[in-house]
């Protein structure tokens, strides 16, 4: 630092002449700016009916930020809320849980967190017509539901190893005893075998498991294809499609989770991997649980294929389809030995 000297009445004056007497401090990178925008305008999206101190339905976690931010989540209770916002509540007059949920908003070098507390409401609670409470299978597994127009599903796919009266159902993981299947059988996709990944997307099953009429526990069933035009007609005419419209079916994204999905640059408005947030207004939750053909090969992973319980010809059955890179939900018969998730639908 350098300084001058003067006399003025007598008085000697010292004048500052170095820039680095100036304090001039770096501002925040634009990273961080983008991650402080995200954090600010960051929320959770309740079921109808919700808020943050009365859950009853699931709720959608972002993944991503409008400013290009990652955001990942943690929970503090995933029997209660997981981090893909399956909510499973517990048996009335149990009592309420309090759950935190703490997102991490990260892009480049910056991050930081926003916490959320939430309560979910035990069974006794019936404020929200749109949570249905749970199902629990022959496995112990158990499954939250879903109110849709005047029908109830679960929201999960079905995970169970045996049928609803103890019998065990055919685990085929060899390709070759895959195909030479006659009879029921069940697979995970990949042969994954993580615990959390087989609970988020279920099992596959082929066609002549959902014939034995035994997959489901008492007062459920596999929907009917008839059941599934219901609920699908439910949502177009009740605005549901991502336009808006009424007329056609462009129900995909409602229907579809806010996770998992595959996401690409290019994909057209409307589709499912088009904006991961925009999914699921319905509650139904579908996830990519992909699919195994008639060679005994996953298929790809992109997709997420339901059976129904209505045969088509002696060959095959009628099932559901949803692609990411579709709008619409298709109908599709498939030969009977291919693998297939399954939801419940309330008798």
Known sequence: MRYTKSLLTGLVVFFCISLNCINNPVGPTPDAQDVAADKSELVITYAPGDSASSVTGNVVLTGSGLNGSRISWVTSNTIRINIQGIVSRADSGTGDALVTLTATITKGKASDTKVFNLTVKDLGYTGNTMSAGTVTDIDGNIYQAV?????????????????????????????????????????????????????????????????????????????????????????????????????????????????????????????????????????????????????????????????????????????????????????????????????????
């Open 147 to 347: 109110k849709i127009g005047t029908q109830i599903w679960t929201v999960e796919n079905l995970r169970a190893k045996k049928f609803n009266d103890g019998t065990a159902i055919s685990y085929g993981s060899d390709s070759t005893a895959w195909v030479n299947l006659t009879t029921p059988g069940y697979c995970y996709f990949n042969n994954m075998v993580n615990v959390d990944s087989i609970r988020k997307f279920g099992a596959l099953y082929n066609w002549y498991a959902v014939d034995s009429k035994k997959l489901a526990p008492m007062g459920w069933h596999v929907p009917t294809d008839a059941e599934w035009d219901i609920l699908k007609n439910y949502l177009i005419t009740n605005g549901y499609n991502w336009d808006g419209t009424t007329d056609s079916n462009r129900i995909a994204k409602s229907l579809s989770a806010n996770t998992d999905w595959f996401t690409r640059a290019g994909l057209s408005d409307g589709t499912i991997g088009n904006d991961l947030t925009m999914n699921n207004r319905s509650g139904f939750l579908a996830l990519p649980g992909g699919s195994r053909s008639t060679n005994g090969a996953f298929d790809f992973g992109g997709s997420g294929n339901w059976w129904s319980s209505t045969e088509y010809n002696e060959s095959g059955a009628v099932a559901r389809n949803l692609y990411y890179n579709a709008d619409n939900i298709s109908w599709n018969s498939n030969y009977k030995s291919c693998g297939f998730s399954v939801r419940l639908l309330k008798d």
